[in-house]
Every structure is written in structure tokens, then in C-alpha cells.
């Protein structure tokens, strides 16, 4: 019998000199209140007719939605993140004369099809659904084929953690969703692409875009989901909820962007169940939002599944971005790889809490998680915390989390080659980056990421 | 190779320096004159690393005193940067891992700024390229290291090398290699030697730190240093180091002491 827990340290590591996080004077103070937020943002929801089976999925949501409510910070799951700024709003549904003639900035060369939503509206001129191999479907709600609605109406809001307060909120809402199927043994070689826009026209707006993945049995796809407004300016609200289905030996490569502006609130939720043997890996970027949340939750349902989660935050001014990860094995035999790093710049406050679950039927698990963090100023606040819960007892699972500031041996070392020492401060930052944006499998992508963080790094 | 007439590339003057407080150079003196090389040797904490990095300019280092005139310059008002560009490199006892930066792109990078400081035009990829497989081949190393991280995963052995490759390129008028034998093997140690044999010329010079006479087999001193307690006890020829090796340093310790 082996337990292996290794550990640089499990407690929460922050900075000594960080402040303490702002004060909204709109705090909804009591519960009550809280919950009456919630109910209003339920009730801006459009209705759906001629569709029973969806109008059944939402009422269930919304019975779970009506005993919530927006969790404080009194909360533990919440405690690092404050949404007193998103409930110091009221939001209203956008106005569905918001369009966009074209949109090239989001055009991944590589891309086979692509699928845009607008403010969870399904844009068809925007899109581009060709170039697929026979058999496959990517599409909205409304063009699903008859054949597909089981698999779909199976899938959809079932993943485990459906009754999380937004991810119920999303589900209560919806009213179309982007939907991608690989039919068993299908390999689709080219990305497919799947842009969830913002747009506001002045006013405060939600948009709750839903997607779902299912890859069958032996399938292969690799995706790329991008939430962003295309530069557009506003204040927003974007709740969003992806759910993949990993079918048995089926393979999904998938990179998850969020680039909303500054000024957006972003609550993203990714679902992903696996089948036997599956396969799945995760580069999840997150960039943008005053304040961003992005819950990821792994549930390895079969035997040697192996999952691996990259993650990146970079995150600056007076923002918050945090992630909560789970990875929950159910079965032996399986291994999963995590690495989460996160820039805090400026006043910004990074979030990390990555669970780990591994129960008793889970022998044989091989597990690492890493949470690795730069402060690059004084007044950065980065909070991170593993959790892992193992009650298998022949595991091997491994975690550490480390808080740093750039080395000034680091920097040295590139001064003492002649590289100045602001040019050797970015260099060392970008290199952090890059180990994870190089673990995109599209290579546009890592080349706009690469240059945005030039940009940023030229700008401050 | 010692030459009356030569250029004087170092002089260091009744340095003192501390570190967190505590001091750690009491007192040291040095000349260094183009064409020569030198070796200091002395037991551990004698301040050996201290003394070659604050000739780089590491910034933990605190100069309380004395001066240090590089080609006539007043080193200390340097930043580490320029005093790069200016003609200073130091190989580090321990030379650090920086994943994600491309070797390639920081030899390219620290290559231009030297360039740049020297009023030239930067080297394009293509013609730098070349020059960076040229200056591999001296060190016989394999192109695949270019790719890599800096320093990533290397062996010790590897990044020595790397050192060298480093300094093959930006050709200073001061190499300063503190221990560049520690931890190689007799071949790569031959590699290592030679690479600085090759680059040694009569309008540069070479302070090596070392422990060991085996590195001097290789690469002949024109003057060898005993440094302890953050001083330069004494000063002779390739003889002393053999001498060390075959007494050890207590002998002059002692010597000092009384
Ligand atoms: N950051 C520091 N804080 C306190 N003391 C330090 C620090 N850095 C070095 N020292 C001390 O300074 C002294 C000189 O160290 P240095 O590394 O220069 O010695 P050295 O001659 O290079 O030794 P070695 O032969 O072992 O490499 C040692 O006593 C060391 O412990
Ligand atoms: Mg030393």
C-alpha cells in the first residue's frame, strides 16, 4: 500500500503587504436581499415555446434557482470573490437590435467551422458551418436534427453541479445553446470554433450563452470557445455554462478563452464528464472581467481516464479573477495533470482553489496539481489553495502551490548578459505565460495571445 | 600571457562590500592588465562568488568602500547591463533556469544589446543564426540546446557549456568564470578549457575561481591569487596553485595571522 501526498504547502498563501478588498457601498446585506436579487435576475428570462422538454428543464432549474440565493463572501466557496460590484448593478435582457455586420477580428485560420452567439443569440451571418465531416453537427438548438434531440435532451443540464446557484440561473434561462456532436469514430481534424460575443448598446445587459459537447465512443475534436466583445466597450454580464461529454476512448482537446473587456462580469462554468479511457485536455486563458469566475469541474466516470487541465490568469488594475477546479475520480486507474498559474498586477486579486477528489473505488489514481503565482506588485493579492480529498488508499497524488515575485537572480542573469532590466522583468513574465499558452493546439491563437501580452507589456 | 606595456582592464582598489549587513570583503586589491590570465583560489566563504558578482553589479551587494576601475571607467556607477555591454561577463558558479525564454532568443537578444551599445546595427535571424552554430561547434554542443529553455533541464555540465557558448558570443574584454570546472567531467572539462583558450587574446583577460589545480592543467594562469576572509592573502604564479593543492591553505592562513 502506497499514499504518496507530497506537498510544498497547503495552506493559503498571500502576500504580507496586501491591502484589504474594496468596499462596495451597494452590498446586499442579508440574505434576503441577496435572494430577491437573484429572483430579479431569473425573472428577465425569455420564454420558449413549443418546446416541453426544455420548458420542464427550466422550471426544474428554476424551482433550485428560487431557494438561492447570490452567495457572499461569508460564504466559503465565495470567500476570496465579492460580488458586490455585479449586484451594485441591475441588468436587463440586451436589446435584440444589437448586430454586427461582420466581426474578422474573431477568424481563426485554422478553423474548420466556426459558430457565433451574440448576446446568447445565435448569429447565422456571423458563422461559418461548412467544412465538416459527414455525420457531424455543429449548430444551434433550432437546426438540431431529429436524430440528435435524445442524445441532446439526455445531455443537456445533466452534468454533475447543476444546481450551483449561476450554473442553475444559466439553465433556468436558457433558450438556445450551441451544440457540437461527433458521431462514434469520427476524428474531425480542423478546430472547431465557438464565439460567445458581447455587445451592449450603453445599457447594462446579461447574456447567459449554454453549449454543449458530445463526443462519442472513439470520436476526436479539438475546440476552441472564446467569450469576448470584440473590443467593444460596456458594462455586461456574461453567465455562462459549456457541459462535454467525453464518450469511452473518445478525445477532446479544448482551449478555453475569456477575453471580455474590462469593465464585464464573467461567471463561466465548464462541465466535463469522461467516458473509459477518454481523454481530455483543458488550456483555459482568462484575461479579461473586472470580475471573473470560472468554475471547472472534471468527472472521470470510467477507468483510465486521463485528464489534464493547463490554466492561465493574468490579471491587473483593481480586478479579481478566480477559478475553482474540481477533478473527481470515481474509478482506478486513472491520471490527471494540473497546472494553474496566475499574473496579479497593480491592485488585482488572483484566486485559485483547485479540489481534488479521490474516492475509496479509485485506486490507482495518479494525480499532480501545481498552482504556481507571480505577484508582479506589491499590492497584488493572490490566493491559493489545493484541496485534495483522497480516501483511495493506494494513490499517488501531488500538489504544491507557490507565490512569488520575479527572482532578482532572475533578472540578473539577464542583466548580466546585457538585457536592461524592465526588458528582462517582461521577459521573465512572458516566459511564465508562455509555458501554457504554448500548450494551445492552434497556432493563431498562441500567436494572438503572444501578442497581446506584447502589447499589455508595451503598454505598461 | 603577461606584457609590461598592455592595457590595465581591472583595478580594483581597497574594496570592502557587505551583504545583509554583514561584510564580507574586507579590504581587496587587484590589477588585471589585457593578455592576462588569473586564478583565484582561496576556501570556501572567502568571498570568492561575492567578489565576482559584485564586479557584475548584483544588486544584494552593498560597496561600503574602495573602487573598481574597468578600462578606465568607474565600474561601480554602472548598471549590470551595461556593464555587460561594456565588456564584463561573469559565468555563474550556478547558472539559473529560466523556462519559457528560447535559448536562441536570449543569446540573440543579449547579443544585439551589446551590439546596439556599440553603435552596430542589430544582427538579423539568418546571419545569427549562423554565428551561433559557429560559436556551438567550439563548444561542441548540439544545436537542439537552442531550442530549449535556458538552461531548462541541462546537466551541470550542459550549462557550463552554455556559459561558455554565451561569452563565445559576446566575446568581453573581462571573462570572470567563478568554478566553471566544478562538477565536469574530464572531457567536458577539456571542451570547457578549450572553448576559453580559444577565446583568450591579447586584449582580454580571464579571472577563473577555482578550487582545483586540475582546471589550471588546462588553462595556464599568469597569476594565481589566494583569497581568504575577504582578502587577497597572496599572490604568485602557476607554482602556487600546485603548491595549494599539495599543502592546502592553512599554511598561508597562518602566515597571514601572525
Ligand atoms: N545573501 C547572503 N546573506 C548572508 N551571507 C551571505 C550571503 N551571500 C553570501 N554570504 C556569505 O558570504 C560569504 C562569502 O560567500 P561566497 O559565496 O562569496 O564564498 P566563495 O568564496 O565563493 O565560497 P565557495 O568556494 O564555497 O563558492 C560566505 O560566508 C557566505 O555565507
Ligand atoms: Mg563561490
Known sequence: ?460 | MICDNAELILSVKDLTANVDGTQILKGLNLEIKAGEVHAIMGPNGSGKSTFSKILAGHPAYEVTGGEIIFRGQNLLELEPEERARSGIFLAFQYPLEIPGVSNLDFLRVSYNAKRKHEGLEEMDAFDFDDLVHEKLGLLKMDAEFLDRGVNEGFSGGEKKRNEILQMALLEPSLGILDEIDSGLDIDALRIVASGVNALSNENNAMLLVTHYQRLLDYITPDYVHVMANGRILETGTKELALELEAKGYDWILEGAAA
Open chain 1, 1 to 460: 500500500m502506497t499514499i504518496e501526498v507530497s506537498t510544498s504547502t497547503d495552506s493559503i498563501l498571500t502576500n504580507p503587504e496586501v491591502g484589504t478588498a474594496k468596499v462596495s457601498t451597494n452590498k446586499l446585506s442579508t440574505k434576503v436581499d441577496r435572494a430577491a436579487y437573484l429572483g430579479n435576475l431569473l425573472s428577465l428570462r425569455s420564454t420558449v415555446d413549443n418546446l416541453p422538454w426544455l420548458q420542464e428543464l427550466r422550471d426544474q432549474a428554476a424551482a433550485i434557482v428560487q431557494e438561492l440565493a447570490i452567495p457572499s463572501t461569508r460564504e466559503e466557496d465565495w470567500r476570496f470573490t465579492d460580488l458586490s460590484a455585479l449586484v451594485a448593478h441591475t441588468w436587463q435582457q440586451p436589446d435584440p437590435a444589437i448586430d454586427l455586420k461582420a466581426c474578422d477580428s474573431i477568424v481563426l485560420p485554422e478553423a474548420g467551422c466556426r459558430l457565433v452567439f451574440m448576446n446568447g443569440v445565435f448569429k447565422s451571418h456571423l458563422s461559418k458551418l461548412e467544412d465538416l465531416p459527414a455525420g457531424v453537427f455543429v449548430g444551434n438548438l433550432a437546426q438540431l436534427p431529429s436524430d440528435r434531440l435524445a442524445a441532446v435532451q439526455a445531455a443537456l443540464g445533466h452534468q454533475t453541479g447543476a444546481e450551483e446557484v449561476f450554473t442553475a440561473l444559466n439553465t433556468a434561462s436558457l433558450t438556445d445553446a450551441a451544440i457540437v456532436c461527433i458521431p462514434r469514430n469520427v476524428a474531425v481534424e480542423k478546430p472547431i470554433h465557438l464565439v460567445f460575443l458581447s455587445r451592449t448598446a450603453g445599457t447594462t445587459t446579461i447574456a447567459q450563452p449554454r453549449c454543449l459537447v458530445l463526443a462519442e465512443t472513439g470520436s476526436a475534436v479539438t475546440l476552441v470557445e472564446e467569450y469576448s466583445s470584440a473590443d467593444a466597450p460596456g458594462t455586461y454580464f456574461t453567465n455562462a455554462v459549456t457541459e462535454v461529454v467525453v464518450g469511452d476512448n473518445a478525445q477532446v482537446n479544448h482551449t478555453r478563452i475569456q477575453w471580455e473587456n474590462q469593465q464585464a462580469f464573467h461567471i463561466g462554468k465548464t462541465a466535463v464528464s469522461q467516458g473509459r479511457d477518454a481523454r481530455y485536455t483543458c488550456t483555459a486563458i482568462s484575461l479579461g472581467g473586472q470580475v471573473s469566475r470560472h468554475h471547472f469541474e472534471v468527472y472521470s466516470q470510467g477507468e483510465q481516464t486521463h485528464s489534464q487541465l493547463m490554466g492561465l490568469t493574468i490579471v491587473d488594475g483593481d480586478r479579481t479573477a478566480d477559478t475553482h477546479s474540481l477533478i473527481a475520480f470515481s474509478k482506478p486507474y486513472c491520471t490527471a495533470t494540473q497546472v494553474n498559474k496566475c499574473i496579479a498586477d497593480g491592485k488585482a486579486h488572483g484566486v485559485f482553489n483547485g479540489r481534488i477528489y479521490v474516492p475509496k473505488l479509485a485506486q490507482q489514481t495518479d494525480a499532480s496539481q501545481m498552482s504556481r503565482n507571480l505577484l508582479l506588485s506589491s499590492k497584488a493579492r493572490i490566493d491559493t489553495k489545493p484541496q485534495l480529498e483522497i480516501v483511495a488508499d493506494n494513490v499517488k497524488c501531488a500538489h504544491g502551490a507557490t507565490v512569488s515575485q520575479l527572482e532578482d537572480d532572475e533578472v540578473f542573469y539577464l542583466q548580466s548578459r546585457g538585457i536592461g532590466a524592465d526588458a528582462a522583468r517582461k521577459l521573465l513574465t512572458f516566459a511564465f505565460a508562455t509555458e501554457i499558452i504554448n500548450q494551445i493546439p492552434v497556432a493563431s491563437l498562441r500567436q494572438s495571445l503572444t501578442q497581446m501580452m506584447r502589447d499589455r507589456q508595451a503598454a505598461s
